[in-house]
């Protein structure tokens, strides 16, 4: 398994209160993702890292920001937490096609719910 | 924008039986294809990668197949376990490195 760990694992958290997921990698890829995922949406990308401090917006943003300052940790964090922001979220890895492989390693997921 | 869409939504099988699930996509400038594997509570398992330029790709009793021009993919399991019981996902890469996930087939294995 790809070395990616997610924490917290589940949280539950009240509206309008902020958070910060967090994303560590042990492969050193130069990519890097945070997804959520929702029955009836698939998942869905919220943003993600070509490298340290290089991050672009995904399909969902909106009401999420990211920060990258070494390449093994990923943040993401929800500066005041809805309702609409309970889901699952994922983090994921990639070397990149300039490596030879794009295929992208999934984290355990973290559960969060926001009361 | 791509769309990509997987159907059934949801498909028993008994044990031993060969079987396709089914993935398709509206737009045919992608890069590559990519099958994912998640268990109940878990995060996905990356099971092929198939390239644009590829027709398919073989790991085991998984074969994935790909039809650019017409903007589908298969994935065959050959010879059914309930180990197989699971949601398989498929995603399509384009000019980024970003990628476009379909909703899921729920696959059970009656044994």
């Known amino acids: 398994d790809a070395g990616i760990t997610q924490s917290p694992r589940h949280k539950v958290t009240e509206t309008g209160t902020p958070v910060t997921l967090r994303c560590h990698q042990t492969?050193?890829?130069?990519?890097m993702y945070w997804y959520r995922q929702d029955p009836g949406h698939g998942l869905r990308l919220i943003h993600y890292?070509?490298?340290?401090?290089?991050?672009d917006k995904g399909e969902v943003s909106d009401g999420y920001s990211v920060s990258r300052s070494k390449t093994e940790d990923f943040l993401l964090t929800l500066e005041s937490a809805t309702s609409s922001q309970t889901s699952v979220y994922f983090c994921?890895?990639?070397?990149?096609?300039?490596?030879?492989?794009?295929?992208?390693?999934f984290g355990p997921g973290t559960r969060l719910t926001v009361l | 924008k791509q769309e990509v869409t997987q159907i059934p939504a949801a498909l028993s099988v008994p044990e031993g039986e060969n079987l396709v699930l089914n993935c398709s996509f509206t737009d045919s400038a992608i890069y590559n294809l990519q099958w994912f594997r998640q268990d109940p509570g878990k995060g996905l398992t990356s099971l092929l990668l198939?390239?644009?330029?590829?027709r398919e790709q073989t790991s085991g009793r998984l074969n994935a197949s790909l039809d650019k021009s017409s903007g589908r993919s298969t994935l065959y399991i050959a010879a059914s376990q309930p180990g197989d019981s699971a949601t398989y996902l498929c995603?399509?890469?384009?000019?980024?490195?970003?990628?476009?996930f379909g909703t899921g087939t729920r696959l059970t294995i009656i044994p």
């Open positions: 994921a890895i990639s070397a990149g096609r300039e490596r030879g492989t794009d295929t992208q390693y």
């Open positions: 492969e050193n890829h130069r990519y």
């Open positions: 890292s070509y490298g340290v401090k290089d991050t």
């Open positions: 995603a399509v890469a384009q000019g980024n490195e970003k990628l476009t």
């Open positions: 198939i390239q644009s330029s590829q």
